[in-house]
Structures are given as C-alpha cells and as structure tokens.
C-alpha cells in the first residue's frame, strides 16, 4: 500500500477507566491500573490506546449520572481514577513502548457541575447566559407549560429541563444534568479550542476520540419533531440536530484552530447517518475536518426503530450488506473509514452477532475475530473482546443494571404500561443483548475473586459475569494460541504481516444472500494479491462455492476455519468448523 498516515495501520483498543483495572482496592479501575496492563497490550499487539472519560465528572454515588460523560472539570483527573500525575505517567508509559494515547473529548455537553453552566445558570444576564442553550417556555391552550420543543432526550423523557429560578429551559440531549453547549457560541468553540483541546495536547496526547461529533450544530428554529409514539409527549429529534448546517464550518475551524498546529489522530463518533455521501464529508482529507469516523450502521442492527431497546432480530445478509456498504464507500476517494463491532455503549459481538451458548463461544470470537481482522480501515478493539467476553446473562434482574439509559428506558416502559409483564420481559431481553451495561462489567483478568479486577473487600463497583472462570486473560494466556486471545495475537500479527491486503485492500462479497455464510475477497489496489475469506455463521458445516481468482499473483490465505490459521498463508483447502447458530431471543 502506499505510505500512509501511521493512524490507518494502527490497531487500536478502547479502554473503560472505571471497569478495566483497580489498583487501589477501592473497587473502581483506575489509571495506575491501566498502567500496569501496557505490557500485556503491547503484546496483543495494540498500537494506540483510546481512553474513556477520566475527567472530573459529577457523581452522587458511582456511577452518577452517565460514567464520566457529564464533565465538570476536563482539566483535572476524576480523584477516584488518579491524579494529573497519574495522566502524565500514562502518556510516557504509553510513548515508550510505542503505543499512542487518545482521550475521549466530550464537547457537546459538560455537566450542570462545570463552572461554565453554575455562571450560565445563575441569571438571564449572565456573562455565560449564551454558552448554553436557555429558550422561554411554551404554553398549552389550557396554560400548561411546555418546553419549547417536543424532543425526546436519549435517556428517556423531554430533552429540555425547566430552570425555576430564571424561567427558562435548557436544552440536554442526554441526562437534565448534561447540559448542550451553545455551540454558536464563537467564546463557546475557543473556550473548548483553549482550555480542553490544547490543554491536553500540550500533554502530549496524541488525538481524540470526539463524542457526538455530528450533534454541535442544531438546527437554529427548533421545530417539534414529528410524532412516531402518540402515547408519548417526546419525540425522536435527531433529524434536527444530527449533521446540522452549520457542523462542517465547525469541524473545520476546529481542525484549522486547533488540530493543525499538532499532528493529531481524531475519530469521530458520528450517529444517525448511513448515507456515505455525508460521512465521506467528514473523513476525506481534502475536507479537513477528521482523520476517520465511528459508524454505526453494524453495531445498530437489532435495534427498535423508534425505542433503542426493542430489540428486532435480524438475518445475516443485512449484517454482511452493511459491512459491505462501509467497507467500499471509501473506494476511489481520498477517505478513510473505521472497523469495530463493540464499544462502551453496545452489547458483546460474541452474544450479538454470534453465540454465547458454550459449545459455540470461542469459535464466534475467533469467527469475528478473522473478519475484523481481514476488513479495510483502522481496527478498533474494545477491552474484552481480545478474551471473547460475552453479555450479561438472562437471569440478572434490572437491579444489576447500572446504566442510565437502559434503567430509565425501562422504568419510563414500566410507567408507560403499568408494568405489564410481558412489555417489561422485552425489554430485560432487549437489555441483555443491546444495553451498554454488558460492555461494563469488569475485566476479567484471572480466575481469583473479583477475576482478579480488584481485591476491594466490598467487591467491584459492577457485578463481575459469572463465566469469569471460564473466560479470563490469565486462563488464555496458559492456553496459548489455541485460545480466544492466542488468535487475536496471530491475527493481528498476521493484519500487520499483510496490510497490503488486510487493512488497505478492497472488498468484494460473493453469495450476499446466503443466511449461514460470509464470503468475501480483498484485493491489493494493484489486484496482484488478494486474501479469500469465509466465515460460517451457522451451527453446521457449510460448503461454499468460492470464485475462483484469476489473475491474481499471490492468494494470502482461504480460511474457513481458525484451525488453518497457524499455516493459514499455504492453506487453500477449505474446512468448516461447528460454530453458532442459536440467537438469543
Ligand atoms: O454517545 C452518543 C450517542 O450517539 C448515543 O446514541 C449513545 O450511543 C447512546 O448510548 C445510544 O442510545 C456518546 C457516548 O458514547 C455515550 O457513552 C454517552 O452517554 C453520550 O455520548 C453522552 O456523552
């Protein structure tokens, strides 16, 4: 492949502060405890290390209200995960073995704790009144009052809180307690540009990955939404907010502010969009606005159209159809896109686009392992998944969840239909596929107590999964290659080995509509070389008719089974191996 930018061969693992490692027995991972894990990431094979929010954030009790997403300081560390000191010490941890580090920059909202909002709250007149989005309310024909628009926040109920004391409203898409920044604003974008973004650059943080990315921009008349669910005031809005007219202007005034003073990786998250047209407007580098995006047609699948968590099944051409679309809409143009299936805020991969059931949970991790690994763009791990970490099991009650999103959802479903039993079950089963919770359980390090997370007496801030026994980095790294862990390690070896092919090669898939299987090829842009990949879905053999590769120099390797992988370079026979079949529901 041409010389690119390093960002695009890089393999990159997200990490949770508050479920990865505790090292000071209080029960909270922490950063001395990411620390302590550098090595055991450099050889898994991780080259940048995205860190979730370890910001001052306001909490009553841990977790608060949405885990380090409501920010109330962004230049102090959050006193239960560490100290400045503690940062410094991650950054030069990181940079000396060659890892990069990026934090996670929450500009869309901060917390109703920041000193920014206090001011903003205090009057109508107040300096900051306009760095926030304060409107009056409306009033109904019988003189109830409304908020000024019927959007629905993404934590169930209106997405506008009413301000007694200065008799207004304020808008926040999320918690009442995460108030949206008035982006608008030009004090605003420097504030941010100035006291957050350089703050950390100047420590030596090697880029960003930006939250909401596509959400500064609202759309400036504030119009209702249309109604989806009359039985409900509120209303899905992000028509009105999502890609907004002014988004680009920002993004790029952010990247010529800012970014282009340092040589910076950014990765935004961008929603709600799943036409490539508009997502190539973010990530082509002639635009100047981002390196790449996080797009989530893959990670959406499976959930309601108008409810997140009424989960909808689905059939495996939908899900190789949207790998398809986002692996070639970067083809012919100067764009650049992104490959992951988890994060903090989706369920497990194994439990969603595979199996959990026992016989067949290490085959879907290697399963999925082998497609992420063999896809075009910048591959993102979440902690986890390199050990096949699985959902949270169907017997914990809505009491183990922590979640705001999936606890409010499911007590604004509880109000809404007077706890009828069967909508509530729906629900639980929707929460344990989809909900945010089965990305925050502990990590799983050892087959001690807590799985070796923490040694606080009172135990982990979350319930550890019970498979910890089963499913733990020390049990994979005795077992060797053979484990879930080995063939992440060969896997990326083996990316790296051939990234020609494997990490900037082009994408065809052969059989689409086929149910049990994934077929695809990648192809070197110079179509000298080309790796055959098939992946069975299905809880059987699968035979598959694979095209034949005329012309092509070199055929990398033709893997149906993880067992080729060791000599997968000379395998071309191809073997099926039992996997999963059995969905959740
Ligand atoms: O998520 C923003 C977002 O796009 C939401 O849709 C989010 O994915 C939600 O869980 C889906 O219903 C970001 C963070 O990833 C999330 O953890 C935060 O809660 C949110 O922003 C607010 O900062």
């Not at 008035?182 to 957050?196: M, S």
């Amino acid at each position: 492949a041409p010389e690119t930018p390093w960002w695009k061969d890089a393999v990159c693992y997200q990490i949770y502060p508050a479920s990865f490692k505790d090292s000071n027995g209080d029960g909270l991972g922490d950063i001395p405890g990411i620390l302590s894990k550098l090595d055991y990431l450099k050889d898994l094979g991780v080259d940048l290390i995205w860190v979730s929010p370890m910001y001052v954030f306001t909490q009553v009790t841990f977790p608060g209200v949405d885990m380090g997403y409501d920010i109330s300081d962004y230049q102090k560390v959050y006193p239960p995960y560490g100290t400045l000191k503690d940062m410094e010490d991650l950054i030069e941890g990181c940079h000396k073995r060659g890892m990069k580090l990026i934090l996670d920059l929450v500009v869309n909202h901060t917390s109703d704790q920041h000193a920014w909002f206090k001011e903003s709250g205090s009057s109508r007149d107040s300096s900051k009144r306009d760095w926030y989005i304060w409107k009056p309310p409306r009033y109904a024909e019988d003189g109830t009052r409304l908020p000024p628009t019927n959007w629905r926040s993404y934590f169930s109920g209106p997405a506008w809180e009413y301000d007694e004391q200065t008799g207004e409203y304020y808008l926040h898409l999320f918690a009442k307690e995460m108030p949206d920044l008035n982006w608008e604003n030009p004090e605003v974008r420097k504030a941010i540009y100035d006291t957050i973004m350089r703050f950390w650059l100047d420590k030596g943080v090697d880029g960003f990955r930006i939250d909401c990315v596509n959400m500064y921009s609202k759309e400036p008349d504030y119009k209702d939404a249309p109604i989806v669910d009359p039985k409900f005031y509120e209303q899905p809005a992000w028509c009105y907010y999502a890609n907004g007219p002014r988004i680009h202007e920002f993004l790029r005034e952010m990247h010529e502010q800012v970014l282009s003073h340092y040589d910076p990786v950014t990765v935004g998250e961008l929603p709600h969009t799943r036409d490539p047209q508009e997502v190539l407007r973010y990530v082509r580098a002639s635009e100047k606005q981002l390196s790449m995006v996080f797009q989530f047609d893959i990670v959406d699948i499976g959930q309601g159209k108008e409810y997140r968590y009424y989960y909808q099944d689905w059939k495996l051409p939908e899900f190789k159809g949207i790998v398809a679309k986002w692996q070639q809409f970067i083809e012919g143009t100067d764009g650049w896109t992104t490959v992951f299936c988890e994060n903090h805020d989706q369920g497990r991969s194994v439990s969603r686009f595979a199996s959990d059931a026992p016989e067949h949970r290490v085959a879907s991790a290697k399963l999925l392992a082998l497609m992420l690994t063999s896809l075009t763009g910048t591959l993102f791990l979440y902690q986890g998944q390199e050990i096949g970490m699985i959902n949270i099991p169907h017997t914990w009650p809505i009491t183990s969840y922590k979640d705001i999103e999936s606890v409010n959802f499911y007590h604004a479903v509880a109000a809404k239909t007077n706890n009828d039993p069967a909508e509530l079950a729906y629900v639980m089963r929707s929460l344990q596929i989809l909900g945010r919770d089965n990305a925050r359980l502990p990590m799983q390090w050892d087959t001690g107590v807590h799985a070796g997370f923490t040694d606080c007496e009172k135990g982990p801030w979350m319930r550890v999964h019970d498979a910890w026994r089963e499913i733990n980095v020390a049990k994979q790294l005795a077992q060797g290659e053979t484990s879930v862990l080995g063939f992440w390690k060969q896997m990326i070896r083996f990316r790296k080995q051939h990234r020609d092919v494997l990490v900037h090669g082009s994408f065809e898939g052969f059989g689409m509509d086929d149910e049990k299987t994934f077929v695809f090829g990648k192809k070197t842009q110079d179509g000298k070389k080309v790796a055959m990949v098939a992946l069975n879905f299905s809880g059987e053999e699968q035979e598959v008719q694979l095209p034949d590769t005329p012309g092509y120099d070199e055929l990398v390797f033709t893997v149906g089974s993880y067992e080729d992988a060791e000599d997968m370079e000379t395998t071309k026979s191809i073997r099926y191996y039992q996997n999963l079949t059995t969905r959740l529901l």
